[in-house]
């Protein structure tokens, strides 16, 4: 109960944080109809004379691409490793070292509150482009997706967010993170199935990519909610997979924190 109520603090002043930028959420979510119609004009082209690709119609396919984009905002780990990097590198993490406090449990409920405001906002230049892409969505009626598909959102965000604690733990060794991060960024959207549907790539290389960590930070979830994955079993598959790499993600965090606490020194108050 102790740390339910410590915690929930935390997540309490995160979540009135995570308000009083709900304009910047907004924006970035507004912004995203911009991604949103340059998705439907270049999907729109490629399905020119083609009814299906991959075994999918450009409506599923749509349906995915619009999904993927409200996990971002429900899932995603924005800035979190460079939020942990500057913590590290101003001296501000001391402060977390002398308090009873797990600073991987304070940055998940930070990160847990934010997410819970961005994800509801995003839902907002959705609903108000609905009457135009309403007609362009299809999603499988299976009862069974529902809840694997939530199990499979935390476990991404768990996923999300554990990569990045690691990635920002990297301050402890390297002036200057950001180098690691984009390159982090560039395998995570090309793998992760920001970019196109990670079943449209050749078998064998599709195949390799499910053992990888990349598509259970996004493509997975979508692909359960939109029946891009068609079995429960082949579900189950993939959430044991994806729980087994949260699980390798939070060992290499504590290793990462603990190697990281023998080179930090603190000096003053």
């Known amino acids: 109960m102790m740390l339910l109520r410590k915690y929930g603090h935390v997540f309490s002043v995160g979540l009135q944080s995570a308000l009083v930028y709900r304009w910047n959420f907004f924006i970035r979510g507004s912004f995203s109809l911009v991604h949103l119609c340059l998705i439907f004009i270049l999907w729109g082209a490629a399905f020119t004379g083609v009814e299906q690709m991959g075994g999918f ?32 590198r101003n001296g501000l993490i001391n402060q977390f070292l002398l308090k009873p406090v797990n600073y991987f449990g304070y940055r998940l409920s930070l990160f847990a509150s934010a997410r819970i405001v961005s994800g509801l906002l995003v839902f907002v230049p959705l609903l108000a482009a609905a009457p135009w892409i309403r007609d362009q969505l299809t999603f499988p009626s299976d009862p069974w997706r529902l809840p694997v598909g939530l199990v499979a959102m935390v476990l991404a965000a768990a996923l999300q967010f554990t990569i990045a604690f690691c990635f920002g733990m990297l301050a402890f ?19 992760g199935g920001a970019m196109f549907p990670l079943d449209l790539l050749p078998p064998g290389v599709f195949a390799v990519a499910q053992y990888l960590p990349f598509p259970y930070q996004m493509y997975f979830p979508a692909a359960i909610f939109t029946g891009r994955i068609a079995t429960p079993g082949e579900a189950l598959q993939g959430l044991a997979i994806q729980a087994a790499w949260v699980v390798v993600a939070m060992v290499a965090a504590r290793l990462l924190w603990a190697g990281g606490l023998k080179k930090h020194t603190a000096v003053g108050g």
């Open 173 to 191: 060794w390297f002036l200057e993170i950001q180098g690691f991060v984009i390159l982090s960024y560039a395998i995570e959207t090309s793998l």
């Open 57 to 88: 119609d450009v409506r599923q396919t749509l349906t995915y691409f619009i999904t993927v984009l409200a996990l971002q905002f429900m899932v995603g780990a924005f800035n979190e490793d460079f939020q942990i990097g500057e913590e590290i």
